[in-house]
């Protein structure tokens, strides 16, 4: 019984073989990357999976990240796009400061936007509860290199100290190089793909002030009591998602549930002032939460909520927008709600 159907099986490969070779070869081919991404719409999704604070109180309502599904540019994923009308391509250039970068490093800085967006959430969360909270580590990170300036330094590299000097914030290690003059030369300690070593770079003047011709971005992480833990998935990175952050685990930690025992969904940045900032993708994000029969969805005020209001009006869609200005704005409006 097997060795006819091994028998059968091996003379219709012999009897098709150039078609399936065809296929083969199609199938690579359309699996070859391109400097694309491809936006194939938005949704939501409960974010208290991924957040855990330790003895939690319980939320009879959910607050929800809101994302935009890519997928990466193939061949094929780049020919659907013309086909089907939701799909929308984006070159993968317009996420890179520089030619010269690589998709690991767009990885690295989204990475890096998440972790950030994460430390931020959980200082202004147990800050605002009034909860322990107290910084255990900061880095700064070197997240763009500027093309118009020549330099040392690389994407992903972490700057220990410059001419020795260590520094808690981005502003004081500018402070610092503004006592320099252009042209000088600075002494950096660095850590690069996880060794330590030294690097001399050039000063630069930009508008006046003295610059690495680099950006710069502090990680910073907290110890806190309770304990929290924070596991997004590697394809939730970003920072959009800092303003639900911060209000599910705000919420965790107080007794009073500020959903009301609604479904509610946002968008946007925390900062480390505890501003909200704008995200790409308005409308995407805005169209899936309505989908996805949210109640209120939380949006960045400026251009952001100007522009989700009007998607809103043009697509006729019921759900309810709320601008927020910083994350004390959204606390007060979530209170507000009947």
Request: glycine residues 6%.
């Amino acid at each position: 019984m097997i060795k006819n159907i091994l028998k059968e099986i091996i003379e219709t490969i012999q009897e098709e073989y150039k078609f399936i070779i065809f296929l083969i070869l199609l199938y690579i081919i359309f699996q070859i990357p391109l400097n694309y991404y491809i936006t194939i719409g938005g949704g939501t999704s409960d974010v208290s999976s991924r957040i855990k604070v330790e003895d939690s109180y319980p939320s009879k309502g959910s607050f929800n990240i809101s994302y935009v599904t890519q997928l990466d540019g193939t061949i094929l994923t780049y020919a659907l796009s013309y086909i089907i009308p939701s799909w929308e391509r984006e070159d993968a250039n317009n996420y890179k400061y520089d030619e010269k970068e690589s998709i690991e490093d767009i990885e690295f800085r989204s990475d890096l936007d998440l972790k950030t967006a994460n430390g931020n959430a959980t200082y202004w969360a147990y800050t605002l509860a009034n909860k322990k909270v107290k910084e255990k580590s900061s880095k700064l990170y070197v997240i763009a290199i500027f093309d118009e300036f020549q330099t040392a330094l690389k994407v992903q590299d972490q700057i220990i100290s410059i001419d020795g000097n260590s520094y808690k914030t981005v502003n004081e290690y500018k402070e610092y190089l503004q006592t320099k003059e252009a042209g000088d030369e600075v002494k950096l300690k660095i850590i690069r793909n996880k060794k330590e070593k030294e690097v001399i770079s050039k000063l630069y003047e930009k508008e006046g002030r003295k610059i690495l011709g680099v950006g710069l971005q502090y990680m910073r992480e907290y110890q806190v009591n309770p304990n929290v833990k924070i596991q997004f998935k590697r394809s939730e990175s970003g920072p959009s998602g800092g303003l639900i952050t911060t209000l599910e685990i705000y919420n965790q930690l107080t007794k009073k549930d500020i959903t009301k025992g609604k479904k509610i969904a946002g968008t946007g940045t925390i900062e480390e002032d505890g501003s909200i900032g704008p995200i790409g993708g308005i409308e995407h994000k805005v169209l899936g939460a309505s989908h996805d029969k949210v109640s209120y969805f939380l949006v960045p005020s400026g251009q952001n909520y100007k522009d989700a209001l009007k998607y809103k009006k043009n697509k006729d869609l019921k759900i309810k927008l709320i601008e927020v200005k910083n994350i004390e704005d959204a606390l007060q409006k979530l209170e507000d709600l009947k």
